[in-house]
């Protein structure tokens, strides 16, 4: 009965303040349904196809998903992924962690270090991967450097080197991202309990007991954030083998993303790009889902 | 000013949901202030969200003036609403709060800066005009917010808790200036709280409300003399009113109620209430004030012996705790009239003040019917007299 | 320093290894400067630090030479792409945060996905419709695509910015008569700067490091500087001109820098609030 009056009363305004947040909100909702989930949906059923330069709906199954399991550059560009995702991931928590730690001692100019370590994150990673290129160039960068300085024997051409090319760009994704580590890290610092730490040290804590066994043990969600975050830079990083060593030499330092960037729009292997991109996805998902689980009970708890 | 009428007011989140608000029956006068107190959770703030037009009703009707206007929107209802919170615009100064509602109305620059000073120095806070709302003390920002409400002269003004943001010291003086100010402007005013002493101070009407549903709505005196049931009877009234379950007897054609301290026991005639009573369970509820001490070769009301167990001296009177029934029982008392820790008491009670409640239901239950405790007492005395 | 003696020796160790780092984080800045200024005489005969003979300006004027057109494409995408977004963002927040209805939290966990979405599995479909709408190749096809894909983080930031604003400052504005946007203009807006600052750093410090999206969606003169860049760089033809590389590397990193520079606060902000999502 009410509704009824609200209907007869409310002037035609009304009625359309009533929608606007709706109103609103449906351009994103479009975007959202189309231009995230659509396009995830279209790009799935591209990899059921056989399409090459041109996407084409002719259905060959699981073939594209078959190729790539026996596709070598495929393989190393995953093994690559896991090294690189892997070393990234664990120096780049550990130099992190460190700093924090060290700049959470009542440091002077603190301000100006953080500056300092925090930098890389602003550029560009086509601009690190320049940047490092150019540093870790077998003949003229680092090698030569330090044979001029009166090292004589030093040679470091890893970046020609398809055994040892992932860890120069683990050098440089390292370089660009540990100081959001020790940022994120730092702040969680400052987040912690002081009367804690306190406690502890009346109890006789040293310090790097009370850092080990109480401080950082408290900051798992800072942990985690970081964690999954380092995971999502490694596993989009497309920018920066492009600059520092474009897949080669030869793939040695492929990654699934410029595989995936490679296929599809250099090598016309449209559909095998689309079932790459799949994989990739998977990947993130298979991060992410347990991350939002335990994000998500960990709110029911509060 | 304006008559404000709930009828059977209805609100439900969606189907299946318990109701949030159930048959709300409210009239109020134009002038009154009308107290709607509950604990959190029991639809007090909803409800007034829904007469503000914040929240649609489900059902039922709202009535200004006589005239419908739960359809309308808020901002046509012509209603005034103070946030617990304040909900002060912190971009804005103090005189851009208060202008705000002026200018969204479309109200002419000469007359805004009018009534502007008119609010400003009713409430005192000339010299704010210019600040930022950050810049101000919780007690002025009260200030600021009721000066918002009073600057559009609405039809009726909501206040949520306006006062529970403040400590205990300002809390006290707000509530006095609110109801002088209430006194000054005679303006129709709803005002929620969960404090049953703002409750009692501010209220010409008070509606109790648990679980969505008014519990009851009557006076102060009404409400506090006569609570409805154990719920009304325990939330208003502090320190609480004391509660003893026991089981009656009829003897003599009435009721007794038989109260033990293991010291002593005692009978308190209750007068001739209904039939079956006596086979029931019961609450026996009684105010710590009409507890007292036995003065001696005074024997016309009943009295028993009891141990005091705490003794709690807030002041003006100290609370004293004895057990009757294996429940504790909270008796004011003058401080002068204080007795130790382990002593004896003989305490005196008025049967006329005593409560009787359904343990169960948690109803009241009445003597003869509905009588009002005035002519309980009168019956007592009858019945003494014999 | 106020720390008692037997303490000073461990604090001298935790200024030495600060220092240490800083320095490293510095040295590729330090480098590409000093290669920058250096004749490519100084580069075969020198090394990564030693002091050129000549400082020459050369390497720059070649740089923006080749990649300055792009510099201009690259302004001509972020700043558009930006402000857009941030205002969706905000107009997006704002009702996800004050004006609930059903399905919006829904939406808003869907919109969320997007932050952790591997850009890779948009790219096909995405290339398709800009080809259909004939915005392939140009920067306002780039413009949109970074609106779009930039939304998930600027309603992310301005949604959990309003979620901790009290909702009776809505209510409150409601009763005196505002509507919709004039709620959103004249209350939630002014109040909104820090985060506006926090969204705007962060869509540009995107949008401008964008590569993925500039590869694939651009070609020839609409590319932005960051796919130029690299084109310069790996270019395998000619002779490499180390100056020229890292002076256009350093113009299109100056920007970002600048901004991390002027508004490091806002920076680390947009960081850590993109850490703690939802």
Known sequence: MSSIAVFTKASKLDALQRWLPKLVLAPSMLIVLVGFYGYILWTFLLSFTGSRFMPSYNWVGLQQYARLWDNDRWWVASKNLMLFGGLFISISLVLGVLLAVLLDQRIRREGFIRTIFLYPMALSMIVTGTAWKWLLNPGLGIDKMLRDWGWEGFRFDWLVDPERVVYCLVIAAVWQASGFVMALFLAGLRGVDQSIIRAAQVDGASLPAIYLRIVLPSLGPVFFSALMILAHIAIKSFDLVASMTAGGPGYASDLPAMFMYAHTFTRGQMGLGAASAMLMLGAVLAILVPYLYSELRGKRHD | MATLELRNVNKTYGSGLPDTLKNIEIAID?????????????????????????????????????????????????????????????????????????????????????????????????????????????????????GRALARRPKIYLFDEPLSNLDAKLRVEMRTEIKLMHQRLKTTTVYVTHDQIEAMTLGDKVAVMKDGIIQQFGTPQQIYNDPANLFVASFIGSPPMNFIPLRLQRRDGQLWALLDSGQARCELPLGAMEEGLESREVILGIRPEQIGIAQGGDGSLPSIRAEVQVTEPTGPDTLVFVELNQTKVCCRLAPDAAPQVGASLELQFEPSKVLLFDAQSGERLGLLGAARPQERAAKVAQLKGR | MTSRSPLSLSRLAIYATLLAACAVYLIPLVVMLLTSFKSPDDIRTGNLLSWPDVITAIGWLKAWDSVGGFFWNSVKITVPAVLISTLLGALNGYVLAMWRFRGSQLFFGLLLFGCFLPFQVVLLPASFTLGQLGLANTTSGLVLVHVVYGLAFTTLFFRNYYVSVPDALVRAARLDGAGFFTIFGRILLPMSIPIIMVCLIWQFTQIWNDFLFGVVFASGDTQPITVALNNLVNTSTGVKEYNVDMAAAMIAGLPTLVVYILAGKYFLRGLTAGAVKG
């Open chain 2, 30 to 146: 134009s002038g009154e202030f009308l107290i709607l107190v509950g604990p959190s959770g029991c639809g007090k703030s909803t409800l007034m969200n829904c007469i503000a037009g914040l929240e649609d009703i489900s059902g039922g009707a709202i009535l200004v003036e006589g005239q419908d206007i739960s359809g309308m929107s808020p901002k046509d209802r012509d209603i005034a609403m103070v946030f617990q919170s304040y909900a002060l615009y912190p971009t804005m100064t103090v005189r851009d709060n208060i202008a705000f509602g002026l200018k969204i109305r479309k109200m002419a620059p000469a007359d805004i800066d009018t009534e502007v000073a008119r609010v400003a120095k009713l409430l005192q806070i000339e010299h704010l005009l210019a600040r930022k709302p950050g810049q101000l003390s919780g007690g002025q920002q009260q200030r600021v917010a009721m």
